[in-house]
């Protein structure tokens, strides 16, 4: 298996980027939480930038991750991103969601790409693309979205979320079933932004009031 530093996350740009002009990086966040919205990123990145430290948003500290962040909004041809509620997962599932959440993201883009590169998933749309396995490992136009769906998910949990629902630590948990987050659901019961489909094979007695 490779080290991350040996990866060349500049393959699949280099690749497509002799065909196509302007590639989409594409990811998303939060397919696992018990609470709150999927979020979805679309980047586009001048072909040939290198930016340093890049990597799956999952092994960077916060930190590095917001520093990340702000490097990527000033220097991306286009940025766009993409959400979708608890409810609509709990109506159409999470996969179709994510899918959903993609396709929104790509559609907020001011240039239009003419190939996408999407982390393992494929998007509903007319744009030639390539799903890459463990894309925001292996290509840095996709680690960016995942870097930009991250820290948009991360800030709206420890902002909007937390003060909509202080009592549950969505700050602390982002959403994901922790011990934390499961004692305060069986203490004070779902919210509205909590995924219902998520909940139901739950040990936690007092989910089954609502």
């Known amino acids: ?3 991350a530093e040996e990866i060349d996350l500049l393959k699949y740009e280099r690749e497509y980027g002799e065909r196509y002009r302007h590639i989409a990086g594409i990811d998303e966040v939060g397919r696992g939480c ?6 979805a990123a679309a980047v586009i990145l001048p072909q040939g930038l290198v930016i340093e430290g890049i990597n799956d948003s999952k092994k960077l500290s916060a930190k590095k991750r917001d520093s990340l962040y702000d ?17 609509e ?3 159409i599932n999470i996969k179709q969601a994510a899918r959903l959440a993609m396709k929104i993201a790509l559609e907020q883009l001011i240039v239009k790409p003419d190939f996408l590169l999407v ?3 494929k998007v509903d749309c007319d744009i030639p693309q390539l799903a890459v396995i463990k894309g925001d490992a292996n290509s840095q136009s ?3 979205a995942s ?5 948009t998910r991360d800030r709206l949990c420890e902002g909007e979320w937390e003060s909509l629902y202080p009592d549950y630590g969505i700050a602390i948990h982002k959403g994901y079933a922790t011990k934390l987050h499961r004692e305060q659901l069986q203490l004070l019961g779902p919210t509205p ?5 998520f909940l139901k094979n739950m040990e936690i007695e007092q989910l089954s009031l609502f």
Not at 71 to 87: R, S, T
């Open 1 to 3: 298996m490779k080290k």
């Open 34 to 39: 018990l609470f709150g919205d999927v979020v």
């Open 71 to 87: 490097e990527i909004m000033e220097k991306a041809l286009a940025v766009g991103v993409g959400q979708v509620n608890a409810a």
């Open 89 to 91: 997962i709990d109506r």
């Open 119 to 121: 982390d393992a998933e």
């Open 142 to 144: 996709i680690a960016a």
């Open 147 to 151: 870097i930009v769906a991250k820290v």
């Open 193 to 197: 932004m909590h995924r219902r489909s």
